[in-house]
DNA sequence: CCAACGATAAACACCA
DNA sequence: CTGGTGTTTATCGTTG
C-alpha cells in the first residue's frame, strides 16, 4: 500500500534529456488508426437510407445466417470485418461491406440522431403515404389519421424485429435441437435475456424514452423480455379467433385501412398482440380482441416521442440480440469444426499469420473458442478481442510490437484459458501472443515448479511455448529484464545457484485497477461488440451481478478445474489464474510457497505485503475471496460483484 | 487533453 | 573486454 509511486514520479517529468530519438524507425506503423472508425460517416447516407438499410440488415442478419449454417457453415473469410471497431462476427461482416451494420450506426449515431433519423423517417413515411398536398392541410382529424397510419407503420417495423427475435430464436432452439449446441438448452438464451438483463433495459427504456414510474420502466423491461421470449407463442397461437377485423373501429372513424395491417390483422395475428395483451414493449395492455387492440395500438402507441424512443430501443435489442446471435453462431462454427475435424493442426492459421504480426498486429487464432485453433474456415477475426485487428500496420517494421492491448488483458481475456487452449498454437504460429510481457512472465514463473525461474529459464519458456519469441530475440529480452525489473509484483531472489524471479502476486494484484468496473460502456461493449468467447468468463461475472445463478450453469469457458465456487470466475484474466488452480491444487498457495521467499534480497520496494500472502490462499479455497488482495481473476469478479459470496 | 499503462529502446552499472 | 543480468529513463501508442 505504500509504495508504487516509483514509477508514477517519473513519468511525470517530461525533461527530455537525451533526446533520444531513435525511435524513427517507427514508420508510423500503426498509424493506421481505426479508432475513429465510428467517426465520420455522418452526413453521408441519408437518414431513411440509414433506417432502410438498418431494416434489412436485421432480417438480412437473420437471413444470412440462417443460409450459412444450412450451407455447411462455411463462411467465408472476410477481413472486412476490420471496417468495425468492433468486431462485428462474420455473419455481419458478410454485409457489413456496403451496409453499415446496426452496431456501426449505433457507434455512428447518437442516440439524439437516432432518434430524429426514426422521426424523420416517419414523417417521411407519412409523406409517402399521403400526398405532401395533403398533408398541408391536415386537419386534426386527418391528422390522428396520419398518425394511424404511421403506428402501423411502425407496427410493421415492430413486427420486422420481432420475427428477427422469432428466428433468431428458433434457430438456437434449432441448434439445440441437434444437438449441435453444448450449452443447456438454456444457456444461450438466458444469456442473450441476461446480456440485457431488466436493469438494463430499465435504464435503456428510461434515458429513451421518459418513462415516468420506474415500475413502468420494469413493466417494460419485462415487455421486452417478454417479446423476446414469448414472441413466438404470439405468433404461433395466433388466436385466429379473436380475429376478426376491426379496422373500422378505428377511433378517428377513419376507415381507411393501411395495407400492411389489414393483411397482418386478417390472417389473425398481429405481432404485437397475443394471448390478450399488447405486446408493445412494457405495454402489456389487455385487449379482448384484436379491435380493442387495434384501437389501444393506435391510441396508445401512436407517433410520438415515446414510441419512437421505445421502438429505437426495440431496435437496439435486436441489433444486440443480431450481434449475440452471430457471435454463438461463430461459437458453434468453431465447436462443430472442432468436432468434424481432427484438432491438430493450427497450420490453416500459421499460413495467414506467417509473416510476422507486425507492431500492434496481433493475430488472433480463434483462442476464444475454447478449442483448438483450428477454425479452418477463417482466422477468426470475428470473436476477436476488439483490439486484436486494429492498425493492420502492413509495414515492415520490427518484429516486436505491444503485445497486445490493454483491453484484451485487462477484462477480456481470459488469457489462463486462452493459453491453455492455444498452446498448441502459438508454440507453432510466429504470432504475437495477446498478453503483456508481465502476464506471461507471470505465467512462465507460476508455471515452474517452484514457482520461481531463472532470468534464463524465463527466456527459455518465452521460445518454447512461443514461435513468435524464437524469432524475435533482442528486444523481447530487454523487454522481459525491464518489466522483471520494473514491476513490483517480479521480486528477485536470491538463490544458492543464483538469483531467481518470483511472483508477488499481491503486487501483481494491485497494479491492475480499473478493468471491468461495471461502467457503463464496458458493459455495453461486452454485451454488443466484444468477442462473445471471450468474454464470457467476465462477462458473466459481471451478470453474475443480477443473477449468480448464471454463472454455474453454461461452462462456457471451461473453468478449468473449477473446485470452488470461486474458482468458477477464475480464469478471465491472465495466464496465470490456470496456473495457480493448477500448480496449486492442494495447497493453492499462487504465489508463494515459503520456500520461495527464502530470502528476498533485492525486493523491489516491500515485501512487507508478503507476510499477508500466506493467508490468502487459503482464503482462496475457503471462499473468503475478499479481505485480501484477490488474484487477478477473483478480483475481476470482486469488482463486479461487489459482495457477493456467492451465496 | 490527461493519466495510466504497456511496449520499446537505450544507457548504464555490476559481475563473472 | 565481453556478455549476461539488472536498473533506470525516455518516448510512443493505446485506452478510458
Not at 430464436?169 to 431488466?198: E, K, S
Not at 494484484?509 to 466484444?530: A, E, H
Amino acid at each position: 500500500m505504500m509504495v508504487e509511486s516509483a514509477s508514477e514520479t517519473i513519468r511525470t517529468t517530461p525533461s527530455n534529456q537525451n533526446g533520444v530519438s531513435s525511435l524513427s524507425s517507427q514508420s508510423d506503423g500503426g498509424g493506421g488508426r481505426e479508432g475513429g472508425s465510428n467517426g465520420d460517416t455522418n452526413g453521408e447516407i441519408s437518414p431513411v437510407d440509414l433506417l432502410h438499410l438498418q431494416q434489412q440488415q436485421a432480417l438480412q442478419a437473420a437471413r444470412q445466417f440462417l443460409l450459412q449454417q444450412a450451407s455447411g457453415l462455411n463462411s467465408p473469410g472476410s477481413n472486412e470485418v476490420k471496417q468495425s471497431p468492433v468486431q462485428v462476427p462474420v455473419s455481419m461482416a458478410m454485409m457489413s461491406p456496403q451496409m453499415i451494420t446496426p452496431q456501426q450506426m449505433q457507434q455512428i449515431l447518437s442516440p439524439p440522431q437516432l432518434q430524429a433519423l426514426l422521426q424523420q423517417q416517419q414523417a417521411l413515411m407519412l409523406q409517402q403515404v399521403r400526398p405532401p398536398s395533403f398533408l398541408t392541410t391536415l386537419s386534426s382529424a386527418f391528422l390522428s389519421c396520419g398518425l394511424q397510419q404511421l403506428g402501423s407503420k411502425q407496427l410493421a417495423f415492430q413486427q420486422q424485429l420481432i420475427q428477427m427475435q422469432q428466428l433468431q430464436q428458433q434457430h438456437i432452439l434449432n441448434l439445440q435441437r441437434q444437438g449441435l449446441v453444448p450449452l443447456q438448452p438454456t444457456a444461450a438464451m438466458q444469456t442473450l435475456q441476461q446480456a440485457m438483463c431488466p436493469s438494463d433495459l430499465q435504464q435503456l427504456w428510461k434515458d429513451v424514452s421518459g418513462v415516468p414510474s420506474s415500475e413502468e420502466a420494469l413493466k417494460q423491461a419485462e415487455g421486452l423480455d417478454l417479446s423476446t421470449n414469448s414472441s413466438n407463442s404470439t405468433s404461433a397461437f395466433p388466436k385466429a379467433a379473436s380475429a376478426h377485423l376491426p379496422l373500422h373501429s378505428l377511433p378517428n372513424g377513419q376507415s381507411h385501412t393501411p395495407k400492411r395491417d389489414s393483411h397482418e390483422e386478417h390472417t389473425g395475428s398481429h405481432p404485437l398482440y397475443g394471448h390478450g395483451e399488447c405486446k408493445w414493449p412494457g405495454c402489456e395492455a389487455l385487449c379482448e380482441d384484436m379491435g380493442q387492440f387495434i384501437k389501444h395500438l393506435n391510441n396508445e402507441h401512436a407517433l410520438d416521442d415515446r414510441s419512437t424512443a421505445q421502438c429505437r430501443v426495440q431496435m437496439q435489442v435486436v441489433q444486440q440480440l443480431e450481434i449475440q446471435l452471430a457471435k454463438e453462431s461463430e461459437r458453434l462454427q468453431a465447436m462443430m469444426t472442432h468436432l468434424h475435424m481432427r484438432p491438430s493442426e493450427p497450420k490453416p492459421f500459421n499460413q495467414p499469420v506467417s509473416t510476422h504480426p507486425k507492431p500492434t498486429q496481433r493475430v488472433f487464432p480463434t483462442p476464444h473458442f475454447g478449442c483448438h485453433p483450428i477454425t479452418p474456415l477463417r482466422q477468426g477475426p470475428s470473436v476477436i478481442s476488439s483490439s486484436s485487428l486494429h492498425t493492420h500496420s502492413h509495414s515492415h517494421t520490427h518484429a516486436v510490437g505491444p503485445i497486445r492491448r490493454r483491453n484484451s488483458d485487462k477484462y477480456c481475456t481470459p488469457i489462463a484459458s486462452e493459453l491453455a487452449q492455444n498452446c498448441e498454437f502459438y508454440k507453432n504460429a510466429d504470432v504475437r501472443p495477446p498478453f503483456t510481457y508481465a502476464s506471461l512472465i507471470r505465467h512462465a514463473i507460476l508455471e515452474s515448479p517452484d514457482r520461481q525461474l531463472t532470468l534464463n529459464e524465463i527466456y527459455n519458456w518465452f521460445t518454447r511455448k512461443f514461435a513468435y519469441f524464437r524469432r524475435n530475440t533482442a528486444t523481447w529480452k530487454n523487454a522481459v529484464r525491464h518489466n522483471l525489473s520494473l514491476h513490483k509484483c517480479f521480486v528477485r531472489v536470491e538463490n544458492v545457484k543464483g538469483a531467481v524471479w518470483t511472483v508477488d502476486e499481491v503486487e501483481y494484484q494491485k497494479r491492475r485497477p480499473p478493468k471491468m468496473t461495471g461502467s457503463p460502456t464496458l458493459v455495453k461493449n461486452m454485451i454488443s461488440g466484444l468477442g462473445f468467447g471471450s468474454l464470457n468468463a467476465s462477462y458473466q461475472a459481471a451478470l453474475a451481478e443480477s443473477s449468480l445463478s448464471l454463472l454455474n450453469s453454461p461452462p462456457l469457458v471451461t473453468p478449468q478445474s473449477a473446485p470452488s465456487l470461486n474458482m468458477l470466475h477464475v480464469g478471465h484474466d491472465d495466464v496465470s489464474s490456470t496456473v495457480e488452480q493448477v500448480n496449486s491444487n492442494g495447497s493453492c498457495s499462487p504465489t508463494l510457497s515459503p520456500q520461495q521467499y527464502s530470502h528476498p534480497v533485492h525486493v523491489k520496494e516491500e515485501p512487507t505485503e508478503v507476510v499477508e500472502e500466506d493467508s490468502r490462499p487459503v482464503s482462496l479455497l475457503a471462499g473468503v475471496t475478499h479481505s485480501l488482495p484477490l488474484p487477478s481473476d477473483e478480483r475481476d469478479l470482486e469488482e463486479d460483484l461487489p459482495t457477493e459470496e456467492l451465496e
